[in-house]
């Protein structure tokens, strides 16, 4: 396990100086102060630590999810505040991949109509949409499961069908915030072996409090109170 970066590094994302707050007056908190860090394409970087400590708030920021009130995040160079909500939109479409943390499948669809749905809004040709699923489908082993609907599969299927869904456009990043939080130790470590194999084609970024996770990563960033700490 690293804790820097070697000058040959490729950066795909860096913040310098975050800082959230979230409410105001008496009530306000301040979800992340001060924090820089980088995402580096060939690695496994997992942001943990304790609850209520601002990890999810600096995946949702450094993604372009969420604003910053105070530094900046940049994006193959380019500063994320200088781009309005569309080109922010589009960015994410091309270059990111999500698996949030409550999954959002819908469950009117089948499992290849969920992963099918980020090629079907980039404008994908018919032929490359149903191509391109089947072939995710059968990378996170369910390849038989694609007209089942979500309800139908167990809690590991379903975050299957949600990384399935997060690299189907061939992300430069994956961003996974606690994919492991509700499985049990099998299921868990298959989805682990799958986001160790994203790093091949880029960075993957996981907030998670799993051990098992932290173990296996490349790097890792540990907030507390908002702040990194050693």
């Known amino acids: 396990m690293t804790s820097s970066l070697t000058a040959r590094t490729t950066v795909l994302a860096a913040a310098h100086g975050l800082g959230k ?5 008496d009530a306000a908190v301040t979800a992340l102060s001060d924090v820089d860090c980088t995402v580096a394409a060939g690695e496994l970087l997992v942001i943990t630590g304790p609850s209520g400590g601002g990890k999810t708030t600096l995946l949702h920021c450094l993604s372009g999810i969420a604003a910053p009130d105070r530094g900046e995040v940049h994006i193959d160079g380019a500063d994320l ?3 309005d909500d569309d080109a922010r939109a ?3 479409r ?3 991949g999500f698996c949030f943390q409550t999954l959002n499948l819908l469950p009117a669809l089948t499992v290849a109509e969920n992963v099918q749905l980020p090629l079907v809004l980039a404008g994908n040709p018919a032929d490359r949409i149903r191509q391109r699923s089947a072939e995710l489908l059968g990378t996170v082993g369910l390849a038989d499961r694609g007209d089942a609907f979500p309800a139908r599969l167990s809690g590991g299927e379903q975050v299957r069908v949600a990384l399935a ?5 061939d992300p430069a990043v994956v961003w996974a915030d606690e994919p492991t ?3 049990d130790s099998v299921a868990a470590a298959g989805v682990l072996d799958l986001l160790r194999g994203v ?3 880029g960075g993957t970024v996981v907030v ?3 051990p098992d996770v932290v173990a296996r990563a490349d790097r890792v960033l540990r907030l507390r109170d908002g702040r990194l700490v050693p």
């Open 81 to 83: 505040a200088r781009l």
């Open 181 to 183: 939080g509700s499985l």
């Open 208 to 210: 998670s409090h799993d």
């Open 165 to 169: 869904r997060a690299l189907v456009n």
């Open 21 to 25: 707050d979230y409410g105001s007056g």
């Open 94 to 96: 091309r270059r990111f």
């Open 199 to 201: 790093v091949d084609r």
């Open 90 to 92: 589009d960015l994410r």
